[in-house]
Nanobody
């Protein structure tokens, strides 16, 4: 599967952005689809996921209540709606996919087989 992330940009604190991740090659419904982010000098951090074949969603503690992950199966696209953005949300955001994850592996970037190219999100204070 190939992943193409888009939608990043520069926004003021308190603003919103929506990221998109378009999947091609295989249906995204067979894959757990996730978003990670990586700020300069930091490890890649889990943001949100939709479990494969279901509507079950998971969120990292730092984004709960502010970010929402959703999917459009007809378009094989996953979205990340980001509201009330903070300067600490500044990072490169990556979408990732994997078809064989177990739940305990969801939060580890090394457990994903497929990655998009990343999109920069910058939040100014």
């Amino acid at each position: 599967v190939q992943l193409q992330a888009s939608g990043g940009g520069l926004v003021q604190a308190g603003g919103s952005l929506r990221l998109s991740c378009a999947a091609t090659g295989r249906t995204s419904r067979s894959y757990t689809m996730s978003w990670f982010r990586q700020a300069p000098g930091k490890d890649r951090e889990f943001v949100a996921a939709i479990w494969r074949g279901s509507s079950t969603k998971y969120y990292g503690d730092a984004v709960k209540g502010r970010f929402t992950i959703s999917s459009d199966s007809a378009k094989d696209t996953v979205y990340l709606q980001m509201n009330n953005l903070k300067p600490e949300d500044t990072a490169v955001y990556y979408c990732a996919a994997d078809s064989t994850l177990i739940l305990s592996s969801l939060w580890g970037a090394a457990n994903y087989d497929y990655w998009g190219q990343g999109t920069q999100v910058t939040v100014s204070s």
